[in-house]
């Protein structure tokens, strides 16, 4: 199993332009995530699925969009990128949104100039 | 609201020395607790949890935890450090939303990790 991927693994964009980060998970859960990491500041959610055909908003959805594609993946755009959003980005999934262990991705590491 | 707060953002030790990571938690009901490390450029590894059984935890690569519930407290150990456990380790909580049932996780700000030789 390769458990949760995502691609890229580094993107540098002008500001305006857009971009999808691409997750995928090949566990069977049913519950995928999406964080960006900046420092000093831990982990942030900015959209989560709890389930297929789901999406909701987390801590910090402005200037992002999701997609749940299917039950394997979960992608993140980013319309139109500022240098606020240069960060690095992070999928998770778990089993159900109830349950608690989260699994990672490798993360994407975005820098928009 | 459930809150984390890592007590150390830097700690630095040698190598072959004990490891305490310090970790505060509020919550206000029965949470789950874990323990993530992240080595640099990588993504996110479970160390360890707790979920309402055992307080003294045992995780990977040696680590332990213990959950004192009197003290809100979920302090990461190790008996001797290894040159490749420095890394970012992060305290994490997760607790249920009333509302919708969900478990929202809730991160630490991360606590840096330096072995020393």
């Known amino acids: 199993n390769a458990g949760v991927t995502q691609t890229p693994k580094f993107q540098v964009l002008k500001t305006g332009q857009s971009m999808t980060l691409q997750c995928a998970q090949d566990m069977n859960h049913n519950s995928m995530y999406w964080y960006r990491q900046d420092p000093g500041m831990g982990l942030r959610l900015i959209y989560y699925?709890?389930?297929?055909?789901?999406?909701d908003k987390g801590e910090v959805p402005n200037g992002y969009n999701v997609s749940r594609l299917n039950k394997r993946e979960f992608s993140l755009r980013l319309e139109s990128a500022a240098p606020s959003q240069t960060s690095v980005y992070f999928c998770a999934s778990r089993w159900t949104s109830s349950t608690d262990t989260q699994y990672f991705g490798p993360g994407t590491r975005l820098t928009v100039l | 609201a459930q809150s984390v707060t890592q007590l150390d953002s830097h700690v630095s030790v040698s190598e072959g020395t004990p490891v305490l990571l310090r970790c505060n938690y509020s919550?206000?009901?029965?949470?789950?607790l874990f323990w993530y490390v992240q080595h640099p450029n990588k993504g996110l590894q479970l160390l360890l949890k707790?979920?309402?059984?055992?307080?003294l935890v045992k995780g990977i690569n040696g680590f332990e935890a213990e959950f004192k519930k009197s003290e809100t407290s979920f302090h990461l150990t190790k008996p001797s450090a290894h040159m490749s456990d420095a890394a970012e380790y992060f305290c994490?909580?997760?607790?249920?939303?009333?509302?919708?049932?969900?478990?929202?996780?809730?991160f630490g700000s991360g606590t840096r990790l330096q072995v020393q030789p």
């Open positions: 919550s206000s009901y029965s949470p789950s």
């Open positions: 699925s709890a389930s297929e055909g789901t999406t």
């Open positions: 707790y979920t309402s059984a055992a307080t």
């Open positions: 994490v909580v997760s607790d249920q939303l009333m509302d919708t049932g969900r478990r929202a996780l809730t």
